[in-house]
Structure formats: C-alpha cells, structure tokens
C-alpha cells in the first residue's frame, strides 16, 4: 500500500523535485500540496507549484496557497539560489491547474484529517502553514503518522554561519514544529548538499523526454547558483531527500537527538542546536540526519524524472490521436 503525502514547499528548485519524485514512485500517494512564501514570494511559489503540476500534466493533486510570510517577521527570500521567479533556468508552462480558494494552513489540516489513515507531512520550506495548521486544528497531530522536514543543521549551515534557510526564514514556527511531540525526522543541509545531481547527470537529462528537457535547465541553474555562492559541485537536490526518505528510509541514517531552535539570539537567530552528544539532559524530539545514500536517492530520482516523461509523452499522444 502506498504511503499517503502532503507536501507543504516552497517552489523552488528543490522543493519542484520533491513534488516530482512523490508524483512518480508508487510507493506514496500524494494527497495534496501547499505552498508558503520562502524560496520566493507566497504568488510566487504557489504559481510555481502550478507551473511544476502542469509540466508533468498532473491535475488530481490540490494545490492550496498557503503563507505569504513567517509567523512575527518580515519574509527573507532566496532570489540568489532560486532566481527571480523562484524557479529560474527553463520555460515553464502557464499553470493550467486551479489553486484551490481554500487557505493553506486549512487545506493542510482537512486534507490529513480528512484521510482515512494516518499521513505523512512532509515540509520543505519555511515552517508557518504547518504551525499556522498545528496551532488552528489541535487534533491534526493524531493523523499525521510523522513529519519529515527538511531544514537545519547540525554543524552546517546555508543562510548564515549557523542557520539554514527554511529555520532560519520562521524559527518561531520551526521551534513550535519541534515542540510539538509529533514523531519527526530532520533531513539537515549537513547531508543534503552531499544529495548533490553532478554535472554529468544533468547533462544526461537534456536529452531525454519532455520532462528531462526541462528539469535539466532548471538543474544547471540551480547548480551554477549553488557553485557560486557554495563552492557545490552540482545540484543539492535538498528537498526531495524527504520524499526518498519516506519511500526508502534506507537512503538517509538518522540518530535520535535533542533539537531546539534558537529564536532569540544576536547572531544565532535560526540555529538547530542539535544534541548529539546528549550533554543537555534534554529528551531527543527528532531523528537527525548524519548520512545520505547519493547513488541511491539519484537513481531514485532519474527513475522519477523518466516515470514522468512517459507519462507526459502518453498524455501528449492521447491528445493528438
Ligand atoms: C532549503 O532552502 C531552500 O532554498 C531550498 O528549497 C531548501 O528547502 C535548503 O536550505
Ligand atoms: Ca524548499
């Protein structure tokens, strides 16, 4: 039986390949998506969100948009990694899929709640629609099986010297996320910029189908941005490592650790102040991850890419017969 999804993102490069790779593996059942300002601003993401949908011709997944900023703060975004409209390097298609009038905090909610089983959320993006969710529906907890989030880190970091982007954009969320006794599995940037897709294998995807083409150029973009301001030596596919680790725990190694969020500090503001070591007494609260399995999540993640572009080359036959 397939695992049923939600994902909350903030499109983005990343968080376009989580969404691809949860549309393609059997093992999940994506029930639907919300967006929340991050990466880009709230119409942005959400359009994005869209965009991504429309390319891969999925339009049985609802779309809510979400967050137009973090819970208290003013909204820090990622323009440098993600470029101007979020998802830059490759033409989109217009967004033929509707985004639903339902807020996304709500379609969160009563989407997992409205499941017949327990559900898997998995966030990518700052935290607010899933604390804005926690916060207004308080029995939503009982139907969420676990989160697997991407964000923070335990020794390195993206946005400042000692917090990753999605904390560190809404710690006050990310801490109330933490808090919230929820079984919880934390995909840190320490090993999602080794989930690297190298040169050579975006290369490879510019010749293959409809899907590939476009995802490829979207892959250099991403790439080069991260080159630039990391030094990485190809695409650090961060988001879509929780989708992986959902369809195969395997391809992460997690210990199960203490994890606080520091919400008030003069320069630490976002950092995950990871106990490894067990030193504070605290009870662990997440499985953190130390270790990625790359061979593993990037076959997953071509599987996914070329699952997509048989389907759009079916739907595109279909059409024109
Ligand atoms: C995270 O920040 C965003 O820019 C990415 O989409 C990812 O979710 C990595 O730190
Ligand atoms: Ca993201």
Redesign the pocket.
Same mark, same amino acid.
């Given at each position: 039986m397939a695992i049923p999804v939600f994902i909350d993102?903030?499109? #983005?490069?990343?968080?376009m390949m989580a969404i691809m790779l949860a549309l393609a593996n059997p093992a999940v059942h994506l029930l639907g998506i919300s967006t929340v300002a991050?990466?880009q601003t709230g119409e942005r993401t959400c359009r994005n969100a869209a965009r991504v949908l429309t390319l891969v011709g999925e339009t049985g997944v609802p779309l809510f948009r979400g967050a137009d900023g973090p819970l208290c703060r003013p909204l820090v975004t990622?323009g440098d990694?993600?470029g101007d409209s979020g998802l830059d390097g490759a033409a989109l298609p217009e967004p033929l899929v509707p985004v639903s009038p339902v807020p996304g905090a709500q379609g969160l909610a009563e989407t997992i709640m409205g499941h017949g089983e327990a559900v898997t959320l998995i966030p990518?993006?700052p935290l607010t629609n899933v604390a804005l969710a926690l916060r207004g529906w308080p029995q939503l907890r009982e139907h969420i099986r676990e989160i697997v989030l991407? #964000?923070g880190g335990v020794q390195d970091s993206?946005?400042t010297p000692v917090a990753?982007?999605?904390i560190y954009v809404d710690p006050e969320a990310a801490a109330a996320v933490l808090q919230a006794g929820i079984p919880l599995r934390v995909v840190t940037?320490d090993v999602?910029n080794r989930a690297i897709m190298d040169y050579q294998q975006i290369a490879s995807l510019a010749s293959g189908g409809p899907v590939s083409r476009v995802v490829a150029g979207l892959m250099q973009f991403f790439a080069r941005a991260n080159h630039n301001a990391f030094g990485i030596p190809g695409a650090?596919i961060?988001?879509a490592l929780t989708v992986a680790a959902v369809i195969d725990p395997t391809v992460i190694t997690t210990r199960s650790c203490n994890v606080v969020v520091e919400t008030r500090g003069e320069y630490t503001r976002g950092c995950t102040v990871v106990d490894r070591y067990g030193v504070t007494g605290r009870p662990p609260n997440a499985d953190v991850t130390f270790d990625v399995d790359r061979d593993r999540f990037i076959a997953l993640m071509m599987e996914a890419l070329k699952t997509l572009d048989v389907r759009v080359q079916d739907l595109q036959t279909g059409v024109e017969q």
């Open positions: 993102c903030d499109p #983005g490069h990343d968080d991050g990466n990622a990694i993600h990518t993006g991407m #964000g993206n946005v990753e982007f999605n940037v999602t650090p961060h988001d």
